[in-house]
């Protein structure tokens, strides 16, 4: 199996671990932290550091954003851009335990979690997070570098923007409209364009 390696070193890289290894088509070689004084609590291997990663491309041709922060999603977008500029290839990256649509788009760089709902036409932009027992439904589209948590519902023909973090259990009405960068705090129910 070619092997990937992840940017993170947090608890949402155990996660992206764990959807990797459902499917068993990359083998995980390892973490990149931001720099020498970053640490992780778990026993994750170091393979190095941001600016190792000219001289990590070398070996390594596949690499995955796994950040997520509750602030919101600017970082996964500017570590995108940097893995970009190094030249790796970014894959799609499907739970064994989720489905996804055949009629569905992905883009590059995204992570579907464990029992998320992908249904048909529905597009998911470049380095997004689909997570845990979330729902995107028929017709919907995610702009890309948006982390859509646990439990969310995306009813059909709705359209979130880039950027954007919407938290846990939220459920976005049919047809809803939510523009770029926004945090959506967990539970929310969003009726009207944001």
Request: net charge positive.
């Amino acid at each position: 199996m070619p092997k990937i390696i992840i940017i993170g070193g947090g608890g949402h890289t155990l996660s992206c671990i764990d959807a990797i290894q459902s499917h068993k088509k990359f083998s995980f070689a390892g973490v990149i932290l931001k720099d020498k004084k970053d640490k992780t609590k778990y026993n994750f291997n170091v393979l190095g550091h941001e600016n190792d990663l000219k001289n990590l491309r070398k070996k390594y041709k596949y690499a995955l954003v796994g950040i997520a922060r509750v602030r919101g999603c600017k970082t996964r977008h500017f570590l995108y851009n940097v893995l970009k500029k190094n030249k790796f290839v970014l894959p799609i990256i499907k739970s064994k335990f989720s489905h996804v649509s055949p009629n569905a788009k992905i883009s590059e760089g995204t992570i579907i979690m464990h029992g998320a709902i992908i249904n048909s036409k529905a597009k998911i932009g470049k380095n997004c997070i689909i997570n845990n027992g979330s729902i995107i439904d028929h017709g919907a589209t995610i702009g890309s570098h948006t982390h859509i948590t646990t439990d969310v519902i995306i009813n059909g023909d709705a359209k979130i923007g880039e950027q954007n973090y919407i938290g846990s259990g939220t459920v976005v009405h049919q047809g809803i409209k939510i523009n770029d960068k926004n945090i959506i705090p967990s539970l929310s129910r969003i009726t009207k364009t944001i």
